[in-house]
């Protein structure tokens, strides 16, 4: 993991950091061209080896957020172009999270607070989630 000066913001930090915690690796991605890159990418392949073989992480303050939508299409299409298998929008607030909940669906893209991540990614739960909200996409449930 790099050292905690070199990712950007608190909440990146506070992700990596959960993730390292959990046994996983954590890399800044580099830009590519004018592509712009996720602000994390997360390895777990003692997980799920195919979602989280990368899976993408996009970090949300409240003190900086985008527009949510036109940032989801963003991701969206940087999944799609780079094969990967899930995507992660994780938010810091409660304000955010409302947003997020409305968010209209995407495949491999899940939203959820910092709180839930570290939940989810302690108590091993994090690819059971991901794996029943894909589900419930995919039968129109959500």
């Known amino acids: 993991m790099p050292p905690p000066q070199v990712f950007g913001t608190a909440l990146e930090q506070s992700i990596a950091s959960a993730i390292s915690k959990a046994g996983g690796k954590v890399t800044i991605p580099s830009s590519a061209g004018k592509q712009r890159t996720p602000d994390l990418l997360m390895w777990l392949p003692q997980v799920d080896r195919y979602l989280f073989n990368p899976a993408a992480i996009e970090a949300v303050e409240s003190a900086r957020a985008p527009n949510l ?3 989801q ?3 969206a299409d940087f999944l799609w172009s780079t094969g990967l ?6 938010v810091n607030s409660v ?3 409302k947003q997020i909940r409305s968010l209209r669906p995407i495949p491999y893209i899940f939203s959820l607070t910092l709180h839930e991540f570290r939940q989810k990614l ?3 739960e994090l690819a059971a989630w991901v794996k029943r909200e894909r589900n ?3 039968h129109g449930v959500r």
């Open 122 to 124: 302690e108590s091993s």
């Open 69 to 71: 939508p036109k940032m």
């Open 73 to 75: 299409r963003r991701f």
């Open 95 to 97: 304000s955010l999270e």
């Open 85 to 90: 298998h899930c995507g992660l929008i994780i």
């Open 136 to 138: 419930r996409f995919a």
